[in-house]
Every structure is written in C-alpha cells, then in structure tokens.
C-alpha cells in the first residue's frame, strides 16, 4: 500500500512559482511512475506531468512543457512538480498519483492518489 501527501500549493500571482511536494509512505517508488493531474472546477482531472522513479524519464503536457520540471529525491522518497511563469489556466486542485507502471498521461492507469493541493494563480 502507498500512501502519497501532496504539500506547496497556495496563492500566487501570475508569472510566479510554486514548488509542489509528494511524499510517499508504506513503501519506495522504485519501479513506480509518479504523475501529477490537475483539475480545476467544472473540468475534469487533467495530466500534467510524469516520471518513471527507477530511470528518471519524463513526460509532460504540452501545456505545460518548459514552464513546469517534475523531479525526485531518492533519499526522501518524494518527488516534486516545480511550476515557473504560472498563468491564471494553471489554477487547479493538483493531485499527485502513483503506480507500478511505466509514466502514463491517463489517470486511469494509477491507483494510488493523494488528497490534493490547491494552486491559484491571480492575474
């Protein structure tokens, strides 16, 4: 069983960044992917971005891609989504969610999820 706690999220203006966190607990990510979904209000959850723990590869949204760098800490078992030249399109509840996969852009390929953080970006 994994346990994923999401941490960072908060309010920022536009241009700003965030650094988001998500800790596991009950085992390692080694050979897990840990992906990142955004969803904000009246739509649904989106992909943001992906890593494979044991190789490091990576995959992003197209959105999100040169402004947003998913990275992990072996040593502290977590894994983080820095977001830099946020845009007001950004704002969303953002979850991190985990699995035994190679990274997959599809939620439905993870089954376990973390409760979430809020990240709203102001214009």
């Known amino acids: 069983q994994v346990q994923l706690v999401e941490s960072g999220g908060g309010l920022v203006q536009a241009g700003g960044s965030l650094r988001l966190s998500c800790a596991a607990s009950?085992?390692?990510?080694?050979?897990?992917?840990v992906g990142w979904f955004r969803q904000a209000p009246g739509k649904e959850r989106e992909f943001v971005a992906a890593i494979y723990w044991s190789g490091g590869s990576t995959r992003y949204a197209d959105s999100v891609k040169g402004r947003f760098t998913i990275s992990r800490d072996n040593a502290r078992n977590t894994v983080y989504l820095q977001m830099n030249r946020l845009k007001p399109e950004d704002t969303a509840v953002y979850y991190c969610?985990?699995?035994?996969?190679?990274?997959?852009?599809?939620?439905?390929?993870?089954?376990?999820w973390g409760q979430g953080t809020q990240v709203t970006v102001s214009s």
């Open positions: 969610a985990a699995d035994r996969i190679l990274p997959s852009n599809s939620s439905k390929d993870y089954n376990y």
């Open positions: 009950g085992r390692t990510f080694r050979n897990y992917a």
